[in-house]
């Protein structure tokens, strides 16, 4: 007996399950099975694995079916939100930044002219009011990826799912 002929066999046991396949081929898997117990074990397997799926479908009871279906919409709610979340965080963040460099521009105009109305070195005074006026913008940023979940958690996702749900009946 050959490799080949193991290879078949399993070919055929996998096939047998699911489609018709000739008369020749079942007749010579048969035979096989007979002759080889490592094939006919792996098929005794194979069928009961088959059977227990069936079993397993039969079983799955409408309330299982659209306890599963809620759990898919709501997984899919939350990855909505969480992009939109990333969107938004990046948004504030250019925003942040854009009015921080606005103001520190300004700022760095007025500690100029305090510095020199002062007699202070600017090589000290403008670095300061740069770290100063930046530091909020960097801060809300560490806060708003720091606490990245939404709210919005649990019953109040699977609420607004069932919502989605019955008006797209
Ligand atoms: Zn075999």
């Not at 100063?132 to 606490?147: G, N």
Request: with cysteine.
């Amino acid at each position: 007996m050959t490799n080949h002929d193991h290879d078949r066999a399993l070919e055929l046991i996998m096939r047998r399950g699911t489609e018709d396949i000739a008369a020749a081929d079942s007749a010579w898997l048969d035979s096989h099975l007979e002759s080889c117990s490592e094939c006919a074990e792996y098929a005794a397997d194979f069928e009961q694995t088959g059977r227990l799926l069936q079993t397993v479908a039969v079983t799955a009871s409408g309330a299982l079916v659209s306890a599963t279906q809620m759990k898919v919409r709501e997984r899919a709610l939350y990855l909505q939100e969480q992009q939109a979340r990333v969107v938004l965080i990046a948004i504030s963040f250019c925003l942040g930044a854009m009015s921080s460099a606005i103001s520190a521009w300004l700022w760095w105009k007025f500690g100029a002219w305090v510095a020199e109305r002062l007699g202070l070195s600017q090589a000290i005074v403008q670095p300061g009011i740069m770290v100063f006026l930046v530091l909020p913008a960097v801060v809300i940023a560490v806060l708003m990826l720091a606490f990245p979940h939404p709210v919005a958690e649990g019953p109040w996702r699977a609420a607004l799912a069932r919502e989605r749900e019955g008006r797209n009946q």
